[in-house]
């Protein structure tokens, strides 16, 4: 009988030590805290987003698409789905979003819990892991409380530094160097961003509807739609999540980094200027306050009528319209400098890792023999939605299952339909 060592018991660790003994291995899985998978319990707002049926590369960030195309080919959401309600998970889907149908991460978590005890897996918390060895044939692996074991094959699911205070000791990293493997550089994800606006403070607890872009040394890099939080330090919301990863890259490396947000994305930008002369002519005796009233939050009217040297009691008339032209056309170009993104503490993932390209499509080190990788220690990211949990399923059955000596290359071949019949 193999036996398979899993060190981080995650979702994507809890699936690998599943699916592992599922295959006839004999399973340990190795937690550093005093329980299993408490990061699902935050999931999905507390709900545990499953997973997402609007699936599709273009929802994540990996150096190596073809591969992780390969990858969602192998175990895809379809397949995360019949895994669960396999185990006794009922599910409900809203949007394509895939939830528990009692919408409560625990429920997740209970019956992951019980699968593992159902397959025999050997649970081992407290168990923090200071060094591995290969020898071969095989590992050595030691706790920090000096306890030793020897496995056949190991897998490092040890997760990211999302979540967690600071940049810790993390093993998973450790060991990927230790054997040889490239480490991308590791920043924040979905993650709120911070300015150095004068503004921010004024604008702390605002929610809007927006379009919103990044844009990166003058250059727009990406855009998203929908409703943008204000703090007091920067700015939040899921449309910052989405492209929060590529803010954070840039501010690392120096780049100008900047938001942009356009409040009224639905009007063209000639059309808007139309609507606001025409406001203009009918609203002419009022002050500008009172012209903005009724266009944006009270909150960020004040901002734009402060920030440009104006007073709130100014009449317009006396203003003209082309100075007031020079105010409201900042709702559509409202910029707001980032100086970075939100600590890890704060982040739901983490983007970059190990590379994508020097594992095989089993998920094997090709470095390392008998070495596999599993999760968010692996250069792949998602999109808000369920797409990490999803990413967490797929590499942590396909490492899972190679690792306990069951090949998936064979699913490589097999065709959508039959595989999920």
Known sequence: MIKVAVIGAGASGMMAAITAADNGAQVFLFEKNDRVGK?????????????????????????????LGKLFQIFSV?????????IGLMIKEKNGYLYPYCEQASAVLDIL?????????????????????YQGNGFVIETAEGRTMEADKMIIACGSYAALPGKEKLYGYQAAEKYGHKIKNIVPGLVSL?????????????????????RIDGQEAASETGEVQFTDYGVSGIPVFQFSRQAAYACSTGQKTEVVLDFFPEQEPKVFYYNCRLRFEALGDLTIEEFFTGMLHKKINMVLIKENGQKPGDRIQKLGFERLWEILRQCKEFVMHITEASGYDKAQVCAGGVLLEELSTQLESAKVKGLYFAGEVVDVDGK????????????????????????????????MEEKNA
């Open 78 to 86: 379809m397949d995360t789905v019949a895994f669960f309600e396999n």
């Open 384 to 415: 808000c939605g369920g797409y990490n949990l999803q990413w967490a399923w797929t590499s942590g059955y396909i490492a899972g299952r190679n690792a306990a000596g069951n090949s998936t290359e064979e699913l490589l071949s097999t065709p």
């Open 194 to 214: 911070r300015s150095d606006a004068s503004f921010c403070k004024a604008l702390a607890g605002v929610r809007s509807q927006a379009k919103i872009s990044l």
């Open 113 to 133: 819990r019980r699968e593992l005890v159902r397959k025999g897996v050997q649970v081992i918390t407290d168990a923090e892991i200071v060094n591995t060895e």
């Open 39 to 67: 990061k699902i319990l935050a999931t999905g707002n507390g709900k545990c987003n499953l997973g997402n049926l609007n699936g599709g590369l273009e929802h994540y960030y990996c150096e190596d698409q073809e591969k």
